[in-house]
């Protein structure tokens, strides 16, 4: 069967962390919400170590053709995951903002690693990914990429003056 049979798992614990709501906890947050996020973040975060360190076990068995590039995703997914558990159980004594920062965080690094190792086994398996891993690095790159561009005409020449006829507004920068 191979690793085809993880995707939909991974699939599942990324919608699962997608669903866990902060906004309880941003404006005041009580200890009781604050104990409850934690404890739901750190139950998606057990969940989600215990299908990478499955996902890994499968990769080291040999009938199992594991692509050996992405197996450090893997170990590094779980070592993430492994960092921000560790951080809400150490932090509970913090103030209440930093507990919620990093339950966040902890949900954002689970979706990412999550998702790149279900784009990975959609590669190796020639499958069509169900999760979407690149986004927000695509997009940051994107906007990067546009700013230095922008920088430089700038330096180079002064402020510069957008196409004609492009229907944007005077004051917008082409990307």
């Known amino acids: 069967m191979g690793l085809a049979r993880f995707p939909a798992d991974l699939a599942a614990l990324v919608e699962r962390a997608t669903k866990i709501d902060l906004r309880p906890c941003e404006a005041q947050p009580s200890e009781q919400a604050l104990a409850g996020l934690e404890a739901r973040v ?10 990478l360190h499955e996902v890994h076990a499968s990769c080291e068995t040999p009938r199992t053709t594991c692509p050996v590039p992405w197996s450090p995703q893997v170990v590094m997914a779980i070592i993430e995951l492994r960092q ?3 951080h809400i159980t150490d932090g509970r004594r913090a ?4 507990r919620v920062i990093w339950c966040d965080t902890a949900i954002r690094r689970a979706r990412r690693g999550l998702a790149a190792v279900e784009n990975a086994i959609a590669d190796a398996e020639h499958l069509a990914p169900r999760l979407e891993s690149q986004s927000l690095l695509r997009a940051s790159l994107r906007i990067r990429r546009c700013y230095a561009r922008f920088s430089a005409a700038v330096t180079a020449e002064g402020a510069p003056d957008p196409p004609p006829g492009d229907g944007r507004p005077a004051h917008a920068w082409p990307c």
């Open 42 to 51: 750190l139950e998606m975060l057990v969940d989600a170590q215990g299908l």
């Open 84 to 86: 921000c558990a560790q």
């Open 95 to 98: 103030e209440p903002m930093s």
